[in-house]
């Protein structure tokens, strides 16, 4: 079978300016896939041209093998788009809005009702899917949106940003929707978002966006392992020597004094509570490591061979959100 979808060296200018230079990766039938990146990155672009909104300036892609320029129709009938800006009638119910779309797929009859009737259900909204659209709150416009671009029933799904500026009930809503159509009927999921933590859970693969350009694509845990966790240590006694020893566990990347210690050190906590100032006869060890577990558990047997007692312990690991500072400079949101 061929990859649900090949992009190749594509590209699409605004006049000179190139919104997306030259991006380039495959996605396998039944991935999640992300695609991160700040405002203006390119991703919404991407998600216009692989869609058939926007032509391409150059380049190609294939979406389950079909060109999407050459065989936009087999390419269409493939892929569903739930765009960032919603795209409804707002006096329209959500089921007349959803009949609307399915006959444009060309579905009409008892077979359009039955999957009007499904796609309400996945989304939540059977309740209130006789209300007009403009009555609906943020999530639940949302909801009925990522429904419209089911009722075709794609084998690849494109959501822009579905769950930005909505309630937490309606997000997790979605989440579970896009988490069900995956799993249950293995559909393959392209999925932009500046939430972290859903890229991280839902996400088999990641690519990081900047300017037009892919800058990083991995699996999350590979993306993460890029950067280094700290663990901040407060002991009893820590002298140059005992500096050396811990710096010379092969799980340590290395070993220093903070006598005052940072928030935190890594770029992007907020947590709020950083390692707590010690008492003036403690002292603070800061340690880098690739693997924060292994090494936790290195550091504090030899700790306990040298009999030094442990006062405070705290673990940063590194997350999507760091990676993503890493590598271009700026936080996804502010
Ligand atoms: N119709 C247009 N004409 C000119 N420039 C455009 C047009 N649409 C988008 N752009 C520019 O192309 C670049 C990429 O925009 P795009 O909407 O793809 O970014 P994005 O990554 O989706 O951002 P966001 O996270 O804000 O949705 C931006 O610099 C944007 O200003
Ligand atoms: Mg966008």
């Known amino acids: 079978m061929p990859p649900i979808l090949e992009v190749s060296d594509l590209v699409r200018k605004y006049g000179d300016f ?39 300036t150059s380049g190609t892609a294939r979406i389950g093998g079909h060109d999407i320029v050459r065989e936009q129709a087999a390419a269409k009938r493939l892929n569903g788009l739930v765009p960032q800006d919603l ?31 499904a796609m309400l259900d996945l989304v939540g909204l059977e309740d209130r899917a006789d209300d007009p659209i403009e009555r609906y709150s943020g999530g639940m416009k949302r909801r009925a949106n990522i429904a419209a671009g089911l009722l075709h029933q794609p084998r690849l799904l494109f959501l822009d940003e579905p769950t930005v500026g909505v309630d ?22 392209l999925y932009t978002s500046h939430y972290m933590e859903e890229v991280e859970l ?58 005052r210690p940072l928030r935190s050190s890594l770029p992007d906590d907020e947590a709020g509570d950083g390692p707590v100032a010690p008492p003036a006869d403690y002292q603070m060890v800061k340690l ?31 997350n999507l959100e760091n990676v993503f500072l890493h590598l271009t400079g700026k936080r996804l949101r502010e």
Do not use: W
């Open 87 to 117: 795209a409804l009638y707002p006096t329209l119910s959500a089921r007349d809005n959803l009949e609307f779309f399915g006959r444009i797929y060309g579905l009409s009859g008892a077979e359009l009702r039955g999957r009007v009737d």
């Open 18 to 56: 190139a919104a997306v230079d030259g991006v380039s990766f495959t996605m396998q039938e039944g991935e999640v896939f992300g695609l991160l990146g700040p405002n203006g990155a390119g991703k919404t672009t991407v998600i216009s041209v692989l869609t058939g909104v926007l032509p391409p």
């Open 168 to 189: 937490p009930q309606s997000r997790h809503h979605i989440f579970e929707s896009v988490r069900r159509l995956n799993q249950e009927r293995g559909m393959s999921i």
């Open 288 to 318: 880098e490591a690739g693997d924060v577990q292994r090494s936790l558990v290195d550091v504090i047997a030899l700790l306990g061979q040298k009999g030094i007692e442990i006062v405070s312990l705290q673990v940063l690991e590194p």
């Open 202 to 259: 839902l996400c088999d693969r990641v690519a990081i966006m900047d300017q037009g350009r892919i800058i990083a694509i991995d699996t999350v845990k590979s993306l993460v392992s890029m950067l280094a966790g700290v663990i901040h240590v407060g002991l009893r006694k820590a002298d140059e020597e005992l500096l050396r020893a811990l710096a010379a566990l092969p799980t340590v990347n290395s070993a220093v004094d903070a006598p």
